[in-house]
């Protein structure tokens, strides 16, 4: 199986900072990778796929890039909004696996 | 529009099969490139990945759960079913449906059903 790994596990920052999320993948995935956020009681919700296809509707302050084995999500300023867990997924091959995501807060 | 919804006992007694429901609207399962998956979550835990079915029958499950889930569609119906037979308290989650397209991830996702294994 390949293995997502994601850090940090939690993030505290301010309104307006920068936030990245690293997740690596434990063998080579391409370019097979999406991320997702997810808010307490509700089902994930995509942000980007093929690791840095941004999904119609998300803000654009949301990005990701690169390939392989290590990924990154970026928001550009975070908002009170982007408060949440992201998780990334790889599905290069079966079984499909996701990180243990990341918690984001603000400071 | 896409939409998924899960439906099935919220309540199962160990060792008992658990059969969940996904029905779906917005697209067919007869389409080209068109798959269902079924994540699941345990509270307060990170998600996990069961099973997937395409319009071309090809099925995928996780094969940590060692052959306890069956993945089937009725494409007239719009719905796809699993089954996980020999519940155990630690399968307690919610479990989701969701929808993709083949050389994506998982785009459209209902909201969840909880179920507990509980005597």
């Known amino acids: 199986d390949i293995q997502m790994t994601q850090s940090p596990s939690t993030l505290s920052a301010s309104v307006g900072d920068r936030v990245t999320i690293t997740c690596r993948a434990s063998q080579s995935i391409e370019n097979w990778l999406a991320w997702y956020q997810q808010k307490p009681g509700k089902a994930p919700n995509v942000l980007i796929q093929k690791a840095s296809s941004l999904e119609s509707g998300v803000p654009s302050r949301f990005s990701g890039s690169g390939s392989g084995t290590e990924f990154t999500l970026s928001i550009s300023s975070l908002q009170t909004d982007d408060i949440a867990t992201y998780y990334c997924?790889?599905?290069?091959?079966?079984?499909?696996?996701f990180g243990q995501g990341t918690k984001v807060e603000i400071k | 529009q896409i939409t998924l919804k899960e439906s099935g006992p919220t309540l199962v007694k160990p060792t008992q099969t658990l059969t969940l429901t996904c029905t779906f609207s917005g697209f067919s399962l007869s389409t080209a490139g068109v798959g269902v998956a079924w994540i699941r979550q345990p509270p307060g835990k990170a998600l996990e990945w069961l099973a997937v079915?395409?319009?071309?029958?090809?099925?995928h499950n996780t094969p940590s759960l060692k052959n306890r889930l069956t993945i089937t569609k009725d494409t007239s119906k719009n719905q796809v079913v699993l089954t996980m037979t020999n519940m155990d308290p630690v399968d307690t989650a919610t479990y989701f449906c969701?929808?993709?397209?083949?050389?994506?991830?998982?785009?459209?996702w209902g909201q969840g059903i909880l179920v507990t294994v509980s005597s």
């Open positions: 969701a929808h993709r397209l083949v050389w994506m991830g998982l785009n459209y």
């Open positions: 079915t395409h319009w071309n029958d090809a099925n």
């Open positions: 997924q790889q599905y290069h091959s079966y079984p499909w696996t």
